[in-house]
């Protein structure tokens, strides 16, 4: 089936360093989605970012991810950490199906991002 | 406003007793799932439903049984708790295509 990695369970820094979250991922279909969630203490996890496309940047309130199909990997950037960037950030697969269908989310454990000054 | 409501908030449960775990949404959307999150795990999806129907189900144990009164409720039993059924239940939603929306949980302690 299909899986996603997320290495590091911790990542902590300094306001103002730049963030890198890691993520790959193994699937059988050549057409998946990535995307990356954002889940905040007692809130909804929510969509930060998502693609399909390879080789092709999305950007979306400051992070930046590039999906890289020869390696199977989709991580997440940012070039400078605020503290209010603390938070539980999820890597997760979809597969496209045919027709549109709604295929299961496969989430990676999730990263805790701790941003202090 | 939230736009998945998910009731209650908050559940302590006796083992070997029942619960149902509610979830509306407002969304429009016709497609509704169910994802639990255990501690130190991710988030794990148990059901899909499509139109009211049941599209996937990776959950092994039948004593989970998702509940589909409307299009816009997808309500979760389940029966004879254990304490490893502790855990964060999301209920979630999307639109024909690729982004799902999530509830704010649902944490369940069986004591």
């Known amino acids: 089936g299909d899986s996603v990695t997320q290495k590091e369970g911790l990542v902590t820094l300094t306001e103002g360093l730049p963030v890198m979250l890691n993520c790959t991922y193994q699937?059988?279909?050549?057409?998946?989605?990535l995307f990356w969630y954002v889940h905040y203490l007692n809130e909804s996890p929510r969509l930060l970012l998502k693609?399909?496309?390879?080789?092709k940047r999305t950007e979306h309130q400051g992070f930046h991810a590039t999906l890289h199909k020869s390696s199977s990997s989709f991580h997440l950037q940012k070039s400078s950490a605020q503290l209010s960037d603390s938070a539980l950030y999820y890597c997760?697969?979809?597969?496209?199906?045919?027709?549109?269908?709604?295929?299961?989310?496969?989430f990676g454990k999730g990263t805790k991002l701790s941003v202090k000054s | 406003d939230p736009k998945i409501i998910q009731k209650p908030k908050y559940l302590v449960a006796v083992t070997g007793s029942e619960k149902i775990l509610i979830c509306e949404q407002y969304?429009?959307?016709?497609?509704m799932y169910w994802y639990r999150q255990s501690a130190k795990k991710p988030l794990e999806f148990m059901f899909s439903?499509?139109?009211?129907?049941?599209?996937d189900n990776q959950t092994a144990s039948s004593r989970f049984q998702p509940q589909s009164s409307k299009k816009n409720h997808l309500d979760l039993q389940i029966t004879a708790l254990k304490p490893d059924d502790s855990a964060t239940y999301f209920c979630?939603?999307?639109?024909?295509?690729?982004?799902?929306?999530f509830g704010k949980g649902t944490r369940l302690t069986v004591v």
């Open positions: 979630a939603s999307s639109p024909q295509g690729t982004e799902v929306f």
């Open positions: 699937t059988i279909y050549s057409n998946a989605f």
């Open positions: 693609s399909s496309t390879d080789n």
């Open positions: 997760a697969l979809r597969r496209i199906n045919s027709g549109g269908s709604n295929a299961k989310l496969t």
């Open positions: 969304l429009g959307h016709n497609a």
């Open positions: 439903y499509s139109y009211q129907k049941l599209m």
